[in-house]
């Protein structure tokens, strides 16, 4: 488990002064996988970074399965440090070192007998699929192939907690797919807890069962991700939604529809995306529904479906006909028209 408690890290440099980590607590379940998402310079790397004190809060409290990291010496700080492995967007591989020798030195550093750490080497590249691979050096390796050398390094430390620095971000989309998986399967099969950073929500999608969603250093919205991607109350959140969704429509579609009616989200989630909810509609009630934009998507465990609904109607008959709606597990909103676009 992880708890950051009222962290905040401020840097001064010259005559400026930066709070790039604002007054911020999240609690990570043992086992689960937690993202914290925002765009550049959000402070999410900061943020990170605390966890195992690469960077030392300027006020706050880390604690990792309740041992307070903020109170520890430097001995006992370095120990328990073996067990939080961390992953980087740029794999800090040793370029003049074998995939071998990358895993087995920081292992001889933190001295692991030569036995076991030939035993965990081999054990840890299987599991990332890169037995092959011993005597390769990093240069003759792929993006994909250097993370999952990454993934092992850490690994081989057995770490109760695993950091990611947007472990994803060099990658294309399909050695991302795989990456995420492997991160999925390490944490099933090891109940590793697992924090990462990201500033794509199709990884929170993909992995996460919680997310924070960060801003100016702070964190502005936290919670499942279901419950975020049904009901993002922030303008960051929301547009993070609709990046994944791609449902804007065209604002003289918006006005028009709008002169009747009502434009709403639906979102449908697990049991409900296969609901006919919607198609009872028009025979319940009089009123009118065109679908104007729509997906369904697989959410770490349960389907999520989203669609940008047009009720034709009364105002009072379309207010029955969404109370209907939510009766029936779907989470409705009203469509909001240009989510502000973010400048950063
Ligand atoms: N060592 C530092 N000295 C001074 N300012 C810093 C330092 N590190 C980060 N910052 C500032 O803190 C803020 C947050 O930076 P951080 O790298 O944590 O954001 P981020 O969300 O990870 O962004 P990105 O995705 O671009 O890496 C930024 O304004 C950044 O300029």
């Given at each position: ?17 930066t ?19 925002g ?119 057995e ?31 090891f ?19 919680e ?42 579609l ?17 049991e ?7 198609a ?16 369904i ?25 969404v ?7 779907v ?14």
């Amino acid at each position: 488990m992880i708890r950051l408690e009222n962290i905040t890290k401020t840097y001064k440099s010259g005559g400026t002064v930066t709070k790039a980590v604002d007054d911020v607590s999240i609690q990570v379940e043992k086992g689960s996988i937690y993202g914290v998402i925002g765009y550049s310079g959000a402070g999410k790397s900061t943020l990170v970074r605390m966890v195992n004190l690469l960077e030392r809060p300027t006020d706050g409290k880390v604690f990792i399965n309740d041992i307070e990291l903020t109170s520890l010496s430097t001995g006992k700080l370095q120990k328990t440090r073996q067990r939080i492995g961390m992953i980087f967007q740029s794999f800090n591989l040793l370029k003049t070192g074998t995939v071998y020798q990358n895993i087995a030195i920081p292992l001889k550093l933190t001295g692991v007998p030569k036995k076991e750490i030939e035993a965990r080497v081999d054990k840890y590249l299987e599991i990332v699929g890169l037995s092959d691979k011993h005597e390769a050096y990093p240069s003759e390796l792929s993006g994909g192939q250097k993370q999952r050398v990454a993934i092992a390094r850490a690994l081989a430390h057995e770490p109760e907690v695993l950091l990611c620095d947007e472990a994803t971000s060099a990658l294309d989309p399909d050695t991302t797919e795989s990456i995420l998986t492997l991160l999925e399967q390490i944490n099933r099969d090891f109940g590793i807890t697992i924090l990462l950073i990201t500033h794509e929500m199709h990884v929170v999608q993909k992995i996460c069962h919680e997310v924070a969603v960060m801003e100016n250093g702070k964190v502005i919205e936290q919670g499942r991700v279901v419950d975020i991607f049904s009901k993002p109350e922030t303008t960051t959140s929301k547009r993070f939604v609709q990046s994944l969704f791609q449902d804007e429509l065209p604002k003289s579609l918006v006005s028009r529809l709008k002169e009747r009616g009502q434009i709403v989200n639906l979102s449908f989630i697990g049991e409900s995306s296969g609901s006919p909810a919607l198609a009872l509609v028009s025979k319940k009630f009089d009123v009118y529904p065109s679908i104007l934009a729509g997906n369904i998507t697989q959410l770490k465990d349960q389907p999520f479906g989203r669609l940008v609904v047009h009720l034709d109607g009364e105002a009072e008959e379309t207010a029955r006909a969404v109370a209907f709606l939510e009766e029936n597990g779907v989470v409705v909103e009203g469509y909001v028209q240009e989510v502000e676009a973010h400048v950063g």
